[in-house]
């Protein structure tokens, strides 16, 4: 990469991370190291909930996901509204009125100190490997791009995300997102204008041949538990999902706990109402576009420099006949993308035949790729993405662009980060071994805290660049865990629901959610999360029932 693009990564996360450590002077009591004191506008908490979604997942991943698959993902997002309109109406006014540090301090006064830790040490498994997932996207695309090793990668991006986090606090973690916001829309804008310039076709062309390939349908209205990107497993599941993360995850629940009011903190969810779906679009159809550029531009037959370097070392002649072929192929296919943008007769299903011949051709390398690397789960949708800002984006565009993945990396791990020292310390620490602890003391564990995690995400970062497609990734560990944590939270809002149902329906939710992972596989993740919170909710309104039934019975007699 040109030293240019280099010096503007480099300004960047010298920019962060100073203006990180200086918020610390704010954050020298604990209520102002996790809350901010609660004194964050609407608009800030608002960006800061919005920047921790849009992690460099989204920038790598839902990128490569609309190249590959179009824009049917979006119904993944059908159920936010919904679930931001319920949680305004119910969690978050009684979360933000009641206190609290964590949403999991409510669940002792409601349930008890069993079912406190447990719920906090589910949330601390989820989000502790998602963090590490977040942290993977970014890092082994460099690795492979640059040539790093893969531990420089995650080094660069989270040790000055830990640093500013372990110092700054969530007043930090809050206007750092806010900036990096900015910065992530503004690459994003950027993109879409030089796609639309150095695209040989007009934009309405453009859009007609990503009609006919298929990648522009949104709905999908078959009701299959097989896959996941329905309109139904987005209403339903989805909306569970979304109930669970933004009602019930500490990463985000912090975010409008810090906020002025509860007017202010429900403003601040309505934000991402109101603005998530319309910015996951405009990532999706730049992936869509990045599909149709290169229907015209030759890509390479395989995204990732680094597997494609071991596949010409590995099976030099086999590769070599790969690319002749794919070569023709794709002549063949840019000829039947230029007759669906003429309007000529038969020319959709031409583009259709050509385009499978090219996705049989990349199959076979990546089954090269995988022969040379010794590594099964070899992939290529995260580097699509990355791939075409390194060979097509000019001067400074490139160094903007991967500035931005790195700020959307470090706005969702500061986040991560945050959230997991907050209930590690109030929910663990305090709770259970140091309760009368000084305030200076309660700091000083809050940053080691933070520390930990921060290992403990590149640790997981390592292994998760293996698992295939970063955003489907980072939902399936979410969804193994979220519904079960809904469904207590659910239970604690039903005047019926007692300990020993919140305790012993949270187990059950995950054996169920368990049993549906490991003895159907094909049910897809959504899904899981409806699985988790029913049977989290029946079993605990049995056994609550069940614990009143014995106790009228025994008072009774």
Not at 164 to 190: C, E, H, N, P, R
Not at 441 to 470: D, E, N, P, Q, Y
Request: proline share 3%; charged share 15%; net charge neutral.
């Amino acid at each position: 990469m040109h030293p240019v693009n280099w010096l503007i990564v480099a300004c960047y996360l010298a920019y962060v991370l100073w203006d990180g450590l200086r918020r610390s002077r704010d954050t020298d009591r604990l209520r102002g190291y996790f809350l901010a004191n609660q004194s964050l506008p609407w608009w800030a908490v608002g960006l800061s909930v919005m920047a921790t979604q849009l992690s460099a997942v989204t920038m790598i991943g839902t990128t490569g996901q609309g190249a590959t698959d179009g824009i049917r993902f979006i119904q993944f997002y059908f159920g936010l509204p919904l679930a931001m309109v319920i949680l305004g109406v119910t969690l978050v006014p009684f979360l933000h009125r009641s206190g609290v540090y964590t949403a999991y301090e409510y669940l002792e006064r409601r349930f008890g100190a069993g079912t406190r830790s447990l719920t906090s040490f589910l949330f601390l498994m989820s989000r502790g490997m998602s963090c590490g997932t977040i942290l993977a996207a970014p890092a082994v695309v460099m690795a492979a791009v640059f040539g790093w090793d893969l531990t420089l990668s995650v080094a660069v991006i989270g040790v000055p995300t830990v640093l500013y986090t372990m110092f700054g606090g969530i007043q930090a973690v809050a206007w750092a997102d806010v900036k990096q916001m900015v910065l992530i829309v503004l690459s994003l804008a950027v993109v879409v204008v030089v796609l639309l310039i150095k695209m040989p076709v007009n934009p309405h062309d453009a859009l007609q041949i990503a009609g006919a390939s298929g990648r522009l349908q949104v709905f999908d209205f078959s009701f299959t538990l097989s896959e996941t990107y329905t309109f139904w497993s987005g209403i339903l599941g989805g909306t569970f999902l979304m109930l669970s993360y933004f009602g019930t995850d500490q990463s985000q629940v912090q975010r409008y706990l810090a906020a002025r009011s509860v007017t202010e903190a429900r403003r601040s969810l309505l934000m991402s109402a109101y603005w998530k779906i319309p910015l996951q679009s405009l990532v999706l159809l730049i992936g869509v576009l990045v599909f149709v550029f290169y229907l015209f531009q030759a890509p390479p037959l395989l995204y990732n420099p680094a597997h494609e370097a071991s596949v010409r070392s590995y099976a030099p002649e086999a590769y070599t006949e790969l690319e002749g072929q794919y070569s023709a192929e794709f002549r063949a296919r840019a000829e039947a993308a230029e007759a669906v943008a003429a309007g000529l007769p038969g020319a959709s299903e031409r583009l259709e035949v050509h385009e499978d011949a090219v996705g049989r051709l990349r199959s076979e390398a990546l089954q090269l790729a995988q022969e040379a690397t010794g590594d099964s789960s070899v992939r290529d949708v995260n580097y699509i993405m990355p791939r075409f800002a390194l060979d097509v984006l000019p001067l400074g565009l490139t160094g903007l662009f991967i500035a931005a993945i790195m700020a959307a990396a470090m706005s969702s791990i500061s986040s991560e980060l945050n959230s997991l020292s907050t209930t590690t310390v109030i929910d663990f620490y305090r709770r259970w071994i140091r309760p009368n602890a000084a305030e200076g003391h309660m700091l000083r564990v809050s940053k080691l805290a933070t520390g930990f995690w921060g290992v403990f995400a590149c640790i997981v970062a390592t292994f998760a660049a293996t698992l295939g497609s970063l955003i489907e990734v980072v939902n399936r560990f979410g969804s193994f865990f979220y519904g079960s944590i809904l469904g207590v939270f659910i239970l604690a809002m039903l005047p019926v629901g007692r300990g020993i149902g919140a305790f012993y329906g949270l187990i059950a939710g995950m054996s169920a959610v368990a049993a549906v992972n490991f003895l159907a596989p094909d049910v897809s993740f959504l899904w899981h999360n409806v699985v988790g919170a029913l049977t989290v909710v029946s079993v605990g309104l049995l056994l609550s029932w069940l614990r009143d039934g014995t106790s009228s019975g025994k008072r009774s007699g």
